[in-house]
Nanobody, 122 residues
Framework: QLQLVESGGGLVQPGGSLRLSCAASGTFVVGWFRQAPGKEREAVACVFKEGGGTVYAGSVKGRFTFSRDNAQNLVFLQMSDLKPEDTGVYYC???????????????????WGQGTQVTVSS
């Protein structure tokens, strides 16, 4: 059974960087989501197996990028110039193995990691 494990979260000062990793195998499409306290889950990015994809959240465009290392079954979210409003729990999620289309709808992802906390604060 597919399992996803995120890592790389932590406390960082505004303007700093973090790289999140998601150990994922056997799935074509992996999404990154985040959820701040009291807010709805937000789609951040979606990554295809070949490494292409899209960034959904307008507030992170130009600051967040994604990549994928299929040899190690890892998907990355590189976050730069972090802001306090980026604080939240970040999740990676997978769509069913046969699905090859990205979507920003979290309901279309059926496997989720446990989440990793990202806190941006001085």
């Amino acid at each position: 059974q597919l399992q996803l494990v995120e890592s790389g979260g932590g406390l960082v000062q505004p303007g700093g960087s973090l790289r999140l990793s998601c150990a994922a195998s056997g799935t074509f499409v992996v999404g990154w989501f985040r959820q701040a306290p009291g807010k709805e889950r937000e789609a951040v990015a979606c990554v295809f197996k070949e490494g292409g994809g899209t960034v959904y959240a307008g507030s992170v465009k130009g600051r967040f990028t994604f990549s994928r290392d299929n040899a190690q079954n890892l998907v990355f979210l590189q976050m730069s110039d972090l802001k306090p409003e980026d604080t939240g729990v970040y999740y990676c999620a997978a769509r069913p193995a046969r699905v090859t289309v990205c979507t920003s709808s979290y309901r279309q992802y059926n496997t989720w990691g446990q989440g990793t906390q990202v806190t941006v604060s001085s």
